[in-house]
T-cell receptor, first 116, second 113 residues
Framework: NAGVTQTPKFQVLKTGQSMTLQCAQD?????MSWYRQDPGMGLRLIHY???????DQGEVPNGYNVSRSTTEDFPLRLLSAAPSQTSVYFC???????????????FGQGTRLTVV | AQKVTQAQTEISVVEKEDVTLDCVYE???????LFWYKQPPSGELVFLIR??????QNEISGRYSWNFQKSTSSFNFTITASQVVDSAVYFC??????????FGQGTTLQVKP
């Protein structure tokens, strides 16, 4: 049982480059989300999805795009990388949609991204 | 607005000491979940506990215990007889009926041998 799988684990980008962080889950969870973790700031929500075809913005969405074409996959796209996007990115999934119903969130291993 | 505050940025203790990590939350919702996650040096996020707003019973799991008090909007986490392996960053988080999981800033716990 793989759970939540993120790729790559490490990435270095040059300013202005684009890339996609991949996230896949095999638990048939409806709810998926992306967070970034920065020192002293905890984890902040970038985008989330309550099901295939439905996405919405979180707390810090600027500079990122997402799509949810299948239940399993929720990729995060950086359109034009900036040094301010240097961070550790976590993908998470959980059962249940909006509201408080559902399980705890299961997290991927994280992607450490450096933009130079 | 939803908010989680972990006022303790870093805590350092000597092995076998007890340590309490504080968590204070803000929400206007009557139904919500509270969580604790552990992030060891390897970086992954490990789920520790979920508590719903209608269950104020304290929880004990081995050396870990949690004290949930709605009157003070607090959900504190105590490690009894700490061990070096407890060294990690600990996050408290809140999920209300928006479905979004809101994290505190995290508390770094260092347990020295």
């Amino acid at each position: 049982n793989a759970g939540v799988t993120q790729t790559p684990k490490f990435q270095v980008l040059k300013t202005g480059q684009s890339m996609t962080l991949q996230c896949a889950q095999d638990m048939n969870h409806e709810y998926m989300s992306w967070y970034r973790q920065d020192p002293g700031m905890g984890l902040r929500l970038i985008h989330y999805s309550v099901g295939a075809g439905i996405t919405d913005q979180g707390e810090v969405p600027n500079g990122y795009n997402v799509s949810r074409s299948t239940t399993e996959d929720f990729p995060l796209r950086l359109l034009s990388a900036a040094p301010s996007q240097t961070s550790v990115y976590f993908c998470a999934s959980r059962d249940g949609g909006t509201g408080t119903l559902g399980t705890e969130a299961f997290f991927g291993q994280g992607t450490r991204l450096t933009v130079v | 607005a939803q908010k989680v505050t972990q006022a303790q940025t870093e805590i350092s203790v000597v092995e076998k000491e007890d340590v309490t990590l504080d968590c204070v939350y803000e929400t206007r919702d009557t139904t919500y979940y509270l969580f604790w996650y552990k992030q060891p040096p390897s970086g992954e996020l490990v789920f520790l506990i979920r508590r719903n707003s209608f269950d104020e019973q304290n929880e004990i799991s081995g050396r870990y215990s949690w004290n949930f008090q709605k009157s003070t909007s607090s959900f504190n986490f105590t490690i009894t007889a700490s061990q070096v392996v407890d060294s990690a960053v600990y996050f408290c988080a809140l999920r209300s009926n928006t479905g979004k999981l809101i994290f505190g800033q995290g508390t770094t716990l260092q347990v020295k041998p």
